[in-house]
């Protein structure tokens, strides 16, 4: 019976005890805000008669012209730019059409074309122009179709397809495959994978 009455006297007291243990060891939720710290009054002034005299820093958009707007008619041709690292081989040029080879296929762009960012594999790029067409081998690159008939298209490689040499393409095309066939490590299966590729396209360019 002593027991008993001495563990009912204690239950409560220890049940007192931790409770107000607990609401004073209650730490603070990361979402509760410290208390606010007065403001630097000759800093904010300052601050705010240095604010008009300062320029926003420029990006490059800054420096770009400004594209035409959407026109409410599709026009009758298209404005192309295709530039590469080193120059630029159209500027503003307006053409029928363009075909890019892009990595989901051949994709003919036409004025009105819905906009688009399409990237390039190594194929053929045909500007047309009336009966005109005027072709270039590209290695790699983007195509940007805007909305307003604009078509922007950055190469890495570029070359004019009267240009190619047919015999340098099928020694380089054999010269690849051989170390293809020959490869041992997967660095070397990788380049040689590009060469052959490379030649492959260039090879159906000239023949296609």
Same mark, same amino acid.
């Given at each position: ?9 204690? #239950?409560?007291?220890? =049940? $007192?005890? =931790? ?12 979402? /509760?805000?410290?208390?606010? +710290?007065? &403001? /630097? !009054?000759?800093?904010? *002034?300052?601050?705010?008669?240095? @604010?008009?005299? @300062? ?20 026009? !009758?041709? &298209? ?10 081989? #159209?500027? !503003? %040029?307006?053409? *029928? ?8 296929? +051949? ?7 819905? =906009? ?7 194929? @053929? ?9 005027? %072709? ?14 604009? $078509? ?14 047919? !015999? &340098?393409? +099928? ?7 051989? %170390? ?12 040689? +994978? @590009? ?5 492959? =396209? ?7």
């Amino acid at each position: 019976m002593m027991l008993r009455r001495a563990s009912c006297t204690l #239950l409560p007291r220890s =049940a $007192a005890a =931790a409770a107000a243990a607990m609401r004073t060891s209650v730490r603070p939720f990361s979402s /509760d805000l410290p208390a606010e +710290q007065p &403001l /630097d !009054s000759a800093f904010v *002034d300052a601050w705010k008669k240095l @604010i008009p005299n @300062i320029e926003p820093p420029k990006t490059p958009l800054s420096f770009m012209k400004p594209r035409p707007p959407t026109p409410s008619a599709i026009p !009758s041709k &298209l404005t192309v730019n295709f530039v590469l690292p080193y120059q630029s081989e #159209l500027a !503003s %040029k307006e053409v *029928d059409m363009v075909i890019v080879p892009a990595t989901t296929g +051949q994709m003919g762009v036409l004025p009105g074309h819905v =906009a688009t960012i399409a990237e390039l594999k190594p194929g @053929i790029l045909s500007v047309h122009e009336g009966n005109d067409v005027t %072709k270039y081998f590209v290695s790699s690159g983007f195509a940007f179709i805007h909305a307003n008939s604009f $078509a922007d298209i950055v190469a890495v490689e570029a070359v004019p397809v009267d240009r190619i040499d047919p !015999s &340098l393409v +099928q020694k380089g095309l054999a010269d690849f495959t051989q %170390k293809l066939n020959s490869a041992s490590t997967d660095l070397e299966k990788a380049e040689a +994978q @590009i060469g052959v590729d490379v030649h492959s =396209a260039l090879n159906s360019a000239l023949t296609g």
